[in-house]
């Protein structure tokens, strides 16, 4: 069985990071005083008319085999404006309750995975992180990123749970990382996912380490692209960080996520690892070629079918939209879900804002200029992060506004859909506000 690199050169991760204008709109709720009866029908298109018709356009026009936007607010359940079949060609409608490849979705579950062993006590924000894995105490740094490996300098300070939940920990990421490191990275199968069980054009074939404990150890014995807290670089951190996990937790990464953070939220359809019995729930996923989606993992043969070799913090979960919205909303309650608390209030809240390092920069990156929590970039009040096969999810914590758009093709930058949804969206909340202030 061949594991592939999640992205690379040829599917391209550019559009995973526009998400700030959808990030950001979530914000103009606040100014909407609308009450929940607006929410209260299960397709609410008339009340994104604007978002609907974008989903519609590229359903319709075969782009994507499903579309599926969600809206919550409050305590309520999601809605949604849900179009498509799970496949083109099948019969089987898209909805709330779908399963989605969501990719690097699965970094904020880390993060706030993490939040939860600041709020006990086991692990700290700024702790090295060789209290925990003893091979990471005497880290090197590359001169150049792109460098020969015996080319460095000493590490300057300790890498830690922050610098790792906020990409500043100086790794490196087999889709954006260049020279002798990747070359490294493919040898010790240090990749970051995985796509399909079948050759993809373009795509070079990366062995996985077997287990997250090796695939650690491994990662232990690279240099670094940066010098720790000194720069921000989308890096393999949150899948490292699942392994600072295990240790602090003496779980299993995945126990602990299903024990403290599934179980609790009633997340009863996200796995690292699809069900035989929920396959008739799974999408296909497609790769866009020259205009042209063709199938890539198909859900009958999927690779998220088979157990994963490394559980991946950053990649590895597979989800429907109503069970991440549970996650957003038990974000939005502060760490609450229908009277339960899952997490406590302050973790939530460091967790969801701005922690960046004061030593770190964003300059010349895709966020600069923003901020960064646990996993997920934060603009404004507004938490989220995107995944590589069009997913997106935000929470904004003024609001309440509980938002995603789910489909599956790669790369994200095939169709401008994201763009365009992001300007609809801002434009049905602007309609909305407009609209109360008017009534």
Same mark, same amino acid.
């Given at each position: ?38 929410? %209260? ?71 706030? +995975? ?82 399909? %069980? ?17 695939? +650690?150890?491994?990662? +232990? ?78 859900? %009958? +043969? ?138």
């Amino acid at each position: 069985m061949a594991f592939r690199s999640f992205e690379s050169s040829a599917l391209s991760r550019r559009a995973m990071f526009r998400g700030s204008a959808y990030l950001a709109a979530g914000g103009a709720l606040a100014s909407v005083p609308f009450g929940r009866d607006l929410l %209260r029908a299960h397709d609410v298109s008339a009340m994104w008319p604007r978002v609907a018709e974008r989903v519609e356009y590229y359903v319709g026009s075969l782009k994507v085999a499903n579309m599926v936007a969600s809206f919550g607010m409050g305590g309520g359940d999601p809605h949604s404006v849900a179009r498509g079949t799970l496949s083109f060609g099948g019969t089987t409608a898209a909805n709330l309750d779908s399963l989605y490849r969501i990719y690097s979705m699965t970094k904020p579950i880390t993060g706030m +995975a993490a939040m939860m062993l600041v709020e006990d006590g086991k692990l700290g924000l700024d702790q090295p992180i060789a209290d925990f894995l003893p091979g990471f105490a005497e880290m090197r740094v590359l001169r150049r990123a792109d460098g020969p490996l015996d080319d460095t300098v000493p590490a300057e300070r300790p890498i830690t749970p922050r610098q790792l939940m906020t990409h500043t920990a100086g790794l490196g990421y087999d889709i954006v990382t260049k020279g002798p490191l990747l070359v490294a990275y493919r040898e010790y199968g240090i990749s970051g996912g995985q796509i399909s %069980r079948m050759p993809i054009p373009g795509i070079p074939i990366a062995k996985s380490a077997p287990g997250l404990e090796v695939w +650690a150890d491994r990662l +232990a014995t690279l240099p670094l692209i940066t010098q720790p807290g000194t720069f921000w670089s989308y890096s393999v951190g949150l899948d490292l960080l699942g392994r600072v996990i295990e240790v602090a937790s003496g779980q299993s990464f995945a126990d602990f996520l299903q024990q403290r953070l599934f179980d609790p939220c009633g997340m009863e359809s996200t796995w690292f690892q699809v069900p035989q019995s929920e396959v008739g729930r799974l999408t296909d996923n497609y790769g866009v070629l020259a205009g042209m989606p063709l199938p890539i993992d198909p859900a %009958r +043969a999927s690779i998220f079918l088979d157990s994963p070799p490394v559980h991946w913090g950053g990649s590895g979960l597979v989800s429907s939209p109503r069970d991440y919205d549970r996650f957003l909303k038990m974000l939005a309650g502060y760490g609450k879900i229908d009277g339960k608390r899952v997490m406590g209030d302050l973790a939530v809240r460091v967790g969801t804002s701005n922690i960046l390092p004061e030593t770190a920069t964003t300059k010349g990156t895709w966020v600069a200029g923003q901020g960064f929590g646990a996993g997920g970039r934060v603009v404004g009040q507004t938490y989220g992060w995107g995944g590589a096969a069009g997913t997106l999810s935000a929470v904004d914590m003024g609001s309440g506004l509980r938002s995603g758009l789910y489909t599956q093709y790669m790369p994200t930058e095939a169709y401008p859909m994201r763009d365009e949804f992001l300007a609809a969206l801002e434009q049905d909340l602007a309609a909305l506000r407009d609209a109360k202030q008017a009534a």
